[in-house]
T-cell receptor
Framework: QKEVEQNSGPLSVPEGAIASLNCTYSDRGSQSFFWYRQYSGKSPELIMSIYSNGDKEDGRFTAQLNKASQYVSLLIRDSQPSDSATYLCAVTLQGAQKLVFGQGTRLTINP | GAVVSQHPSWVICKSGTSVKIECRSLDFQATTMFWYRQFPKQSLMLMATSNEGSKATYEQGVEKDKFLINHASLTLSTLTVTSAHPEDSSFYIC?????????????FGPGTRLTVL
């Protein structure tokens, strides 16, 4: 079992709809959770970080963490074509500084 | 947010030569920096963790004699690809920990695209 798993997609969502991206992780001691956005040919850009159970909202983005289910998600409201990218879920394992990445979900927003 | 730069942004070299890539944290001090490699349509692969003033910690399968890492100051880490070969062609990305709160957050540089002929 991979440490961090994401559906690779592609996920297609119509413009203006809600895009839902999901991620599961295997280490119950994981402490920090991040969502990065990566455009083709570019490096990852931090979108959201979340550390405790529940929801965290920032503009059109909402991160949700459920440690009991070992599940973290990212919701993008009012999706725009500019949101089309690969979204990487990353987790800091217990006692470690390094990030463990999922394989990424490719999201396409259709005008 | 924290800014990380990389230089060069792209480089083309001949097989057998060495290439140095610089990673700088511009507006914060980073005791820890990370080097990743990314092949097309794949996720990031961590190569090594670089701590200021000490030897880098390499991930399993990464040749430390081929990928030399130096973290001489709190704002600069370098990766040198020695005796590069075409299979080393990849997108190399660094990141730096910004310890601004309880938990460090990694901020990524823009990446360096290496092509070995």
């Amino acid at each position: 079992q991979k440490e961090v798993e994401q559906n690779s997609g592609p996920l297609s969502v119509p413009e203006g709809a809600i895009a839902s991206l999901n991620c599961t992780y295997s280490d119950r001691g994981s402490q920090s959770f991040f969502w990065y956005r990566q455009y083709s040919g570019k490096s990852p850009e931090l979108i959201m970080s979340i550390y405790s159970n529940g929801d965290k909202e920032d503009g059109r983005f909402t991160a949700q963490l459920n440690k009991a289910s070992q599940y973290v998600s990212l919701l993008i409201r009012d999706s725009q074509p500019s949101d089309s990218a690969t979204y990487l879920c990353a987790v800091t394992l217990q006692g470690a500084q390094k990030l463990v990445f999922g394989q990424g979900t490719r999201l396409t927003i259709n005008p | 947010g924290a800014v990380v730069s990389q230089h060069p942004s792209w480089v083309i070299c001949k097989s057998g030569t060495s290439v140095k890539i610089e990673c700088r944290s511009l507006d914060f001090q980073a005791t820890t920096m990370f080097w990743y490699r990314q092949f097309p349509k794949q996720s990031l692969m961590l190569m090594a963790t670089s701590n200021e003033g000490s030897k880098a910690t390499y991930e399993q399968g990464v040749e430390k004699d081929k990928f030399l890492i130096n973290h001489a100051s709190l704002t600069l880490s370098t990766l040198t690809v020695t005796s590069a070969h075409p299979e080393d062609s990849s997108f190399y990305i660094c990141s730096a920990n910004s310890g601004t709160g309880v938990v460090d957050t990694q901020y990524f540089g823009p990446g360096t695209r290496l092509t070995v002929l």
